[in-house]
């Protein structure tokens, strides 16, 4: 396997994984660019209605026609948050050209109709088709209002909100749900064009391709992208410490509680010294099924339905999602707040911190076993502010993390805010 990054042009680099691991290849152009609310809305909805067709191939029936003579290649939309960065993405994925029939190179014609999606979209009078428009704003602003189906998911999204209010951490990648189905051709074509011009451009390729053959047809497919570029302030992360505690309760017509905790990782982010610690840490605490809240606050106190703890290496912020009965907010929160600090004194066994162990270097390494998370990756860490390891090095740094690390890290980690998802009155 071997991996190149190289500079096109200003804000547009090319990423290359050549291997012959997969029977597929993945080619990715991704357009990240400060997460504002301004922008968001547009942003997101943009590559839903570029997915409806292009000049060439103005309708999903004939654009699915066109992936299917690419030996039913598979081209979609995706909209990512790294840190505050909204990264607007087309993937597509096809045969290596190992495996084709006739030896037919399909990495060129793949990139040809990714450039024909990405610049030459299907138009009316100058601008994206408006029944295209309507549609995919109706459909963007259904998943918006949906969020709050998934009441764990709510809770962490509700929680964040409130950690980060007046950061563009906080903001929804997907946009606003009523400027999504109000969305006009002239504002999201306005739009798409500024993304066009300030984005800075990530593409990524994993396949057995020469990286010059890659380049070759970067250069060749998607040519405007590396001309006229007027790229914005550079993607920030807004790093904070964490202050007094902010509690927050929203009241719904929910049968179990949600309690999510929100903690500041004491400036060990991605890319720093410490960050393998970090890693341990949360494996240990809450991120596998053998942790500390999952053995001891669900299982051993039965204070949880759920308990577990997810981190965000970009931003330095690792969050607790809970489900608990309304009576038990405060026991489970101590409960949780117990078992950190149990991290903090080292309070943990050789076992315990192996299992830990294993676990991070297992999910590291399994990574590569998916081109889709490898693209994903390599995106992350380029937008990461300190950059960071990829999995192959960052896995043997894992390695060498100690239990005195763990207990190191813990202790910078600080809870920020609070956030309980309660019943109505009289619940």
Known sequence: MERSCKSLADGVELAVCRTEQFKTGLLSVTLAVPLAEQTATVNALAPEVLCRGSRRYPDMEQLSAATDRLYGAALGPSVRQRGESQCVSLL???????????????????????????????TQDGLFRQD???SEGVNLADDIRAR???????????????????????LDKLGDAEQAAAMTPRRLWDGYQDLLRGARVIVCYGGSADPQRVEEAVERHFGPLLRGREVRLPCQVVERPAGPVRRVTDRLDVTQGKLAMGFRTGGVTMGTPLYPALLVCNALYGGTSHSKLFEHVREKMSLCYFASSMLDGVKGILAVSSGVEFSDFDRAEQAILDQLEAVRRGDFTQEELDA??????????????????????WVTRLLSPRGGLDGELLARAVEQVTGDDVAQVARLIQLDTVYRLTGKEGQ
Request: proline content about 3%.
């Open 148 to 170: 709050i189906n998934d009441k764990r998911g709510w809770s962490i999204f509700r929680l964040t909100q409130e950690m980060c209010a007046g950061e563009a951490y906080a």
């Open 92 to 122: 597509c994925s096809f045969i290596d050209d190992r495996y084709t029939l006739d030896g037919t190179a399909l990495l060129e014609p793949a990139a040809e109709l990714m450039g024909e999606v990405l610049l030459d979209p299907a």
């Open 356 to 377: 830990a162990l294993r676990s991070v270097v297992n999910s590291l390494v399994s990574r590569r076993d998916s081109q889709g998370q490898m693209e994903d990756d």
């Open 132 to 134: 295209y428009v309507e």
